[in-house]
C-alpha cells in the first residue's frame, strides 16, 4: 500500500493564522530545539536518552522539549517512571531539509560568485 500525498488548500492567511504559524517558526528559530527533534527522528527517546545525545543539560532539555510539545512537534508517553518523547508528526523535519537544501543552493551560488572574481 501507498501512501497518498495529502491534499493541501491554498488558506488566505489571516492575521490570527500568520500569528499561529509564526509561534511554530519561533520554536523552530533555536538550535537546540532543532538538535531534539533531529534526534527524536529514528525513534522515540527518554530525558536521560536525549540529554546523552544532544549534550544539553536536563534542565535546559526540558524547557525545550516543553515548547516543542505546547507546539504540537514532539508527543509524549508515561511508562513507569520514565517519560518518552518522540516525533508528533515527521513534517516538521520536511521543514529543516527545506531549508538545508536552500542553504547549500545559496552555499553553491555564493562560491561561484567568489571563484569567478
Known sequence: MTSRPRSRTKREPTPELLALVASRFR???????????????????TVT???ESTG????NLSKHLQ?????????RR??????????????????CEIMCNRLETDLGASHKIVAAR
Open 27 to 45: 520554536a523552530l528559530a533555536e538550535p537546540a530545539r532543532l538538535a531534539i527533534l533531529h534526534a527524536l527522528e529514528g525513534r522515540e527517546h
Open 67 to 75: 515548547q516543542l510539545h505546547a507546539c504540537g512537534f514532539v508527543s
Open 78 to 95: 508515561r511508562e513507569g517512571l520514565f517519560v518518552y518523547y518522540a516525533l508528533a508528526d515527521k513534517d516538521v523535519l520536511a521543514l
Open 56 to 59: 544539553l543539560g536536563q534542565g
Open 49 to 51: 536518552e536525549l540529554v
